[in-house]
């Protein structure tokens, strides 16, 4: 299930204890997409995870049938659709990979591929809220932001514990009110909607840093407000699931920041502030507020909190501590340790991972399936400029590719169809060989989580196992 595994673990525990007993909401933290205004803000974008919340329609919310994985609320500047609506939902599986089943997810990201998924969206889920011109064509139509967000960028989930009768108090609020869109930059923005929903769960949980936002709501100041109020109730069973963005041919997505991270950081301002062009006392006023009030990094808040169970060994720890029992310390973090490097691995893990892989390449290159290592930088890039994507019957992702002879082949491009019947054994290994490899040379922040990885890791194995059949059958063609 890939990529699926995080949230995977989170419903199977809904779905043991029972509806009723425990669920999810989380403040998702987007990185920046560095396009128009957010090249000049780098604020990102920000949305609310509800595991036992489901869409009704994409302006309807419901509780979720036994299996349903939840959903993601969210508002934009401008959905575009045919009204102004401020809010949309979408299942959390079309939010995260662009696809109702994730096991159909796309191993690496084009936009051939985004724009399929988008009008496989379009036209399933929006139905009658986007039958106009603009809304069905228009790239500046926010709606697009719901589906497939792993694409476009990197986020987190920082995720507690909420009880049925919060959820149900959110559907009957959200269903009552007017969805109609007044989003203002200033006050009510996609953080200010975050704050609004969690802060319905639990008041004064999430608030803007007034000093360090220069008034406004950011993304991380949301995040970074509620992880502080989570990370001191163990009752919450706070947790947070890192997505990766996904290997491929769309720009890098960049790390959120804060108002006066903003100005500490950028380089796009960084040489004026560095000779106090605009207030000789702006450099180091900005450095000190950013320091005081704005650090906060969602990558080790993850690695702090990579599951519920991680979060609650850490507090046993600190009660042993201040037991002073030693042996008991000791052996809670020892605990915990293991409990994190299960999800986000070892540095000797992934080492042994990027050894083995270096002898799978070189066996590639021996065998010619592919030309070199450096060729594996080129596979995104050849399948995106030379593929038509589609979809089948089952939702599987395909593409039909125009190699340099002329000759068309078909290579399956989703976890689901990558080896499956059909799909170029010799294109398939290519594409996995490169997913493998932007992994395994991505810094933590970009990475998958070790479970998702070893998914992945398991398609390349089996890909190298049917290698041999492939090669026979090439040879006797010849």
């Known amino acids: 299930m890939g990529r699926w595994s995080s949230v995977a673990l989170a419903l199977l525990a809904v779905l043991t204890l029972g509806s009723a007993a425990r669920a999810d909401v989380g403040v998702i933290l987007n990185d920046s997409l560095d396009t128009s205004v957010a090249r000049i803000t780098g604020s990102g974008h920000s949305a609310v995870y509800l595991s036992r919340i489901c869409p009704a329609s994409p302006v309807k919310l419901r509780l979720c049938a036994p299996g349903e994985e939840g959903s993601v609320i969210s508002n934009y500047t401008t959905l575009g659709e045919d009204q102004p609506f401020e809010w949309n939902v979408a299942s959390l599986s079309n939010f995260i990979y662009g696809v109702p089943d994730p096991q159909n997810r796309p191993l690496f990201a084009s936009w051939k591929i985004k724009h399929l998924m988008e009008d496989d969206y379009r036209k399933t889920i929006l139905g009658d809220y986007c039958a106009s011109h603009h809304c069905q064509t228009s790239g500046s139509a ?14 987190y989930i ?30 009510r923005n996609c953080a200010d909607f975050t704050k609004d929903v969690i ?13 360090s936002d220069m008034g406004m709501s950011s993304p991380k100041g949301i995040a ?25 041919t769309i720009k890098r997505s960049t790390d959120p920041r804060e108002g006066m991270e903003q100005l500490y950081r950028s380089k796009k301002i960084a040489l004026p502030l560095a000779f106090g062009v605009w207030y000789p006392e702006v450099p180091g006023g900005a450095a000190g507020l950013y320091f005081l009030t704005g650090r906060f ?15 609650e060994l850490d507090h046993q720890e600190v009660v042993a501590r201040s037991d002073d029992d030693e042996t008991r310390e000791v052996q809670l973090k020892l605990a915990v340790l293991k409990e994190r490097a299960d999800v986000v691995g070892t540095t000797a893990e992934w080492k042994s991972y990027r050894e083995e892989f270096d002898s799978i390449v070189d066996a590639a290159v021996r065998d010619g399936l592919i030309t070199d290592r450096a060729s594996l930088g080129h596979v995104f890039k050849d399948l995106s400029e030379h593929g038509t994507a589609y979809e089948d019957d089952q939702g599987g992702l395909w593409m039909k590719v125009r190699e340099k002879d002329g000759k068309p082949k078909i290579v399956g491009v989703s976890a689901s169809t990558v080896l499956a019947h059909g799909s170029d054994r010799r294109l398939a290994l290519a594409l996995l060989l490169a997913n493998v490899e932007d992994v395994l040379k991505a810094s933590a922040h970009k990475r998958e989580t070790m479970p998702d990885f070893k998914e992945n890791w398991t398609l390349l194995n089996r890909a190298q196992s049917e290698k041999q059949t492939y090669l026979a059958q090439q040879t006797s063609a010849h």
């Open 297 to 311: 990094n969602p990558e080790h808040e993850f690695e702090r909190h990579a599951t519920a169970r991680e979060s």
């Open 142 to 155: 926010e709606w697009r932001e719901m589906v497939g967000a792993t694409s476009e960028r990197t986020f």
């Open 199 to 211: 802060n319905a769960y639990f008041p004064h949980s999430a608030h803007r840093n007034i000093v």
């Open 158 to 187: 920082l995720t507690v514990s909420t009880t049925l009768q919060q959820d149900l108090d959110l559907i009957a609020k959200f269903n009552s009110m007017p969805n109609v869109n007044h989003f203002n930059a200033m006050r």
């Open 224 to 248: 970074r407000s509620f992880a502080r109020y989570a990370d001191t109730r163990p009752e919450l069973n706070y947790y947070v699931m890192h997505f990766a963005q996904l290997p491929g």
